[in-house]
């Protein structure tokens, strides 16, 4: 009976995400800023441009039949929302700075509107998936590694040019795991402010 289930399409659960999109722009700034490091690290795990985002709430494993009322919390946050005017502000690492098993980019949040945003999407899907633990830091993955790089002091001194821009919707991503890197495709898309 449980393998019959497992081999219905409808029984296969979506890895889903909610984020939003980095503009082209500030893409080509990022590029430039972790180009020396790409260099000096070849063996991270460098994220292919067309998968860098800004998550605001990563779902994971989710049920389809949970799909529709995914998209109508995270319809009713952005429509609760506003446009956000961001920018680009410097390259860092997760955990810290010598061992760095994230390197980012990271994105400004100087009056908390996108941390209040994630915590509003947080709030809004908790009748089926965990709460954040952690403060959210809006940032760009650019690259993991395991083990951890080793960082020098001057490694992320890099110039990341502060390119401005306005975060204007929002997008439920699914995750299609694939080698050498997954593949992002919007499963829903929703403007800030409606």
């Known amino acids: 009976m449980a393998r019959d289930r497992a081999a219905r399409p409808d029984a296969k659960s979506l890895r889903l995400f909610v ?42 494993q989710t049920w389809p039949r949970l799909g529709g009322w995914v998209e109508e919390q995270v319809a009713t946050v952005a429509s609760a929302g506003a446009p956000v005017e961001t920018r680009l502000t410097a390259v860092g690492s997760f955990p810290h700075g010598r061992r760095a098993r994230v390197l980012w980019a990271g994105v400004d949040d100087p009056d908390g509107r996108l941390a209040r945003l994630s915590e509003s999407l947080d709030d809004a899907l908790a009748g089926a998936f965990g709460r954040e633990t952690r403060a959210y830091t809006p940032h760009v993955t650019v690259a993991r590694s395991d083990p951890p790089l080793r960082l020098g002091d001057d490694d992320l001194h890099v110039h990341l040019e502060p390119v401005a821009f306005t975060v204007g919707r929002i997008v439920v991503f699914r995750s299609h795991l694939r080698r050498p890197a997954p593949r992002y495709e919007a499963f829903a898309t929703f403007p800030l402010g409606g």
Not at 30 to 36: M, N, Q, S, T
């Open 19 to 60: 984020a939003f999109e980095v503009p082209d722009e500030a893409q080509r700034a990022i590029d430039g800023a972790i180009a020396p490091l790409r260099e000096r690290f070849p063996q991270a795990r460098w994220v292919p441009t067309e998968n860098r985002h800004v998550t605001l709430k990563f779902l994971g």
